[in-house]
């Protein structure tokens, strides 16, 4: 398959991301640009979990309460964007179906209900 030049500075797991779906997929140049912005997710969530590794999980609220430290919200805020890429891409599951949201996956049960085509 096709192979596109990594962006520089990319960590070590978004080089490996970027390196295998490249390898394995053809992708249009805004797919690309996806690919490029969940790489650079994963470095970032990679960094916020360096930090967050030896920091308390625990912050003070603004009356002085305890809540949790605010970077665990980021940290599940970007693993969602991350997500959120990756399923811009449509890439295909391992069986070799291609990904579908929950919605498309409602549409097609109620089409073979009904008997529509699809």
């Not at 609220?61 to 809540?67: A, E, L, M, N, T």
Request: charged letters at 25%.
């Amino acid at each position: 398959m096709a192979n596109y030049p990594a962006p520089e500075g990319l960590g070590e797991r978004s080089l490996e991301l970027w390196t295998k779906i490249t390898e394995e997929h053809i992708l249009r140049v805004d797919e690309l640009y996806v690919l490029e912005a969940a790489c650079r997710e994963i470095d970032l969530i990679d960094r916020m979990e360096t930090h967050q590794k030896d920091a308390s999980l625990i912050g003070t609220g603004s009356q002085g309460q305890p809540v949790a430290a605010p970077l665990i919200a980021e940290l599940r805020q970007h693993r969602k964007t991350f997500t959120d890429f990756m399923r811009q891409l449509h890439l295909p599951d391992v069986d070799g179906r291609a990904a579908q949201s929950t919605s498309d996956k409602a549409r097609m049960a109620a089409n073979v209900r009904w008997g529509n085509a699809g």
